[in-house]
């Protein structure tokens, strides 16, 4: 094992005077080992003499040790060396005995530095960890952290240290004062609830020092800006677009329909608030599930915006962009758009579906808020309405109409509308056809579409239709 880290002679011999006493050491600068071509041989200490035998009682120290090691400091004066000079230079110690012979052990090499380390400001930058451990950000979003990465350079000497400090204002320590990240130039302090305020901006500086003991202090002026609030919804305007709004009062009054099963949309006005910076468009079969139909999708950067499902792509203000099959990589998670398929671009709602059209607000830190625009209702020129009055009961009978493949009046079907319900909601009544029962309805954006409408003749042999005998 090495000796103790307080161990004399922990990197070789030490000098010995043997019979003879060391009478004085010297030392110099060389450009290679046992050299003084720089700074010739200097006396830079002359030891006691300790009384070991009789011929050392004329010119000894009797209070000087002779069975121990001591630890000698030096200093080399009167340098003068080329600042330019870039090659290793070497000190060489010299230990002369009493008789007059001389013994030469040198250091390691070293060089000469002046300049202090260099700061690279192309590389610093501040991580948000609620985003993850290398994203990095302008903005965050965590309440108790703030990482920064910095980078300093050094052509003479390597960096010996690192210090960071964060500060309210540029340069200050009021968050946290000057600690040591070793030769790590990263810094992460994760002890901050509490301190770090919405909407408020904190400064990291950083101090370099380098294996000469200069020092370079960095003030970064950026900052990181912590968002702690999700956006308010009501800053940005949102509609259907393609769909017309009811000729009577329905419940809920967002509530819009559309007679094209193959389209949906909504358009949107940039937010008020200066920090909403991202815009997505979903699509969900209800208020729970906001996302199963169109995953939420990237569709506007700090603007204004339409954005439509039609044709099979995704339009973003009337250009399109992706297929509708590349949307389903985004509910897979796996954002790779060469999985998509070229062929099979399908969205066709079943009549009587209510989509839910919902516009996903982030601001600079991602945090994210779900804004609900319409409740759009798929119809068709078959479709029949029936809505409540004043929350009361009420009995409603069908026109007449003849089934295709059963012939039966609409006449003899009634439909009751219960008791309790809100002013305006609503039933709809659509005549199922063989044509809706042939018809594919489906959404390739989805891995979870199912449509409500099955044709029998398609499930016939299926298990549970056995086992019910239905």
């Known amino acids: 094992m090495p000796p103790e880290a307080n161990a004399l002679c922990r990197y070789g011999d030490p000098f010995e005077g043997g019979t003879n006493a060391v009478v004085k050491y010297e030392a110099g600068i060389g450009t290679a080992q046992g050299e003084a071509d720089m700074v010739v041989f200097q006396e830079v200490n002359k030891p006691c003499i300790p009384c070991t035998d009789a011929c050392s009682q004329f010119d000894c120290d009797s209070d000087c040790k002779f069975d121990g090691y001591t630890l000698i400091n030096f200093t080399v004066k009167d340098i003068v060396i080329d600042a330019s000079y870039n090659k290793a230079l070497y000190i060489s110690v010299k230990a002369v005995i009493g008789s007059g012979e001389e013994v030469v052990s040198s250091s390691n090499g070293f060089y000469i530095d002046l300049t202090p380390p260099s700061f690279d400001e192309e590389v610093m930058m501040y991580i948000d960890v609620r985003q993850g451990d290398f994203t990095p950000s302008d903005f965050q979003g965590s309440n108790d952290t703030i990482k920064a990465v910095w980078l300093c350079n050094d052509t003479k000497s390597e960096i010996a240290k690192y ?54 202090i960095w003030k970064d002026r950026k ?27 329905v419940y809920p009054t967002t509530a819009v329909k559309s007679m094209d099963p193959s389209a949906c949309g909504e358009s949107w006005t940039v937010s008020t608030d200066p920090n909403i910076r991202r815009y997505d468009f979903c699509v969900g079969s209800s208020m729970e599930n906001q996302s199963d139909i ?56 079943e009549s009587g579906r209510t989509l839910f059209l919902f516009m996903r607000l982030c601001n600079k830190a991602e945090i994210c808020i779900d804004k609900f625009v319409n409740s759009l209702l798929i119809t068709d020129e078959k479709s029949v309405l029936f809505s409540s009055e004043s929350g009361k009961s009420k009995l409603f009978q069908l026109k007449y109409t003849q089934n295709n493949r059963v012939k039966r009046t609409s006449s003899q079907l009634f439909i009751e ?44 042999n299926r298990t549970e239709r056995l086992l019910y005998r239905r």
């Open 223 to 249: 900052g990181v800006t912590v968002l702690l609030e999700a956006p308010d919804p009501d800053t940005v305007d949102a509609d259907a677009v393609g769909a017309e709004h009811f000729d009577k009062e």
């Open 163 to 216: 210090e960071w400090a964060i500060g309210t204002t540029v340069g200050y320590e009021d968050i946290q004062p000057y600690t040591s990240t070793g030769t790590v130039s990263t810094g992460t302090n994760n002890e901050l609830e509490g301190q770090l305020k919405h909407n408020s901006t904190y400064y990291v500086s950083i101090k370099c020092t380098n294996m000469a003991g200069l020092t370079t």
């Open 417 to 460: 509308m219960p008791n309790g319900m809100e002013e305006g909601q609503s039933i709809l009544f659509n005549e199922l056809t063989e044509e809706n029962m042939t018809s594919r309805y489906d959404s390739v954006a989805s891995t979870t579409f199912t449509s409500y409408i099955v044709n029998p003749q398609d499930t016939f």
């Open 294 to 349: 169109i995953p939420c999708v990237w569709v506007g950067y700090n603007m204004s915006g339409v954005v439509e499902i039609k044709y099979g792509y995704l339009y973003i203000d009337s250009t399109p962009y992706r297929k509708i099959s590349e949307l389903r990589v985004l509910s897979k998670g796996i954002f790779d758009y060469s999985t998509a398929n070229e062929d099979d671009n399908t969205f066709r709602m």
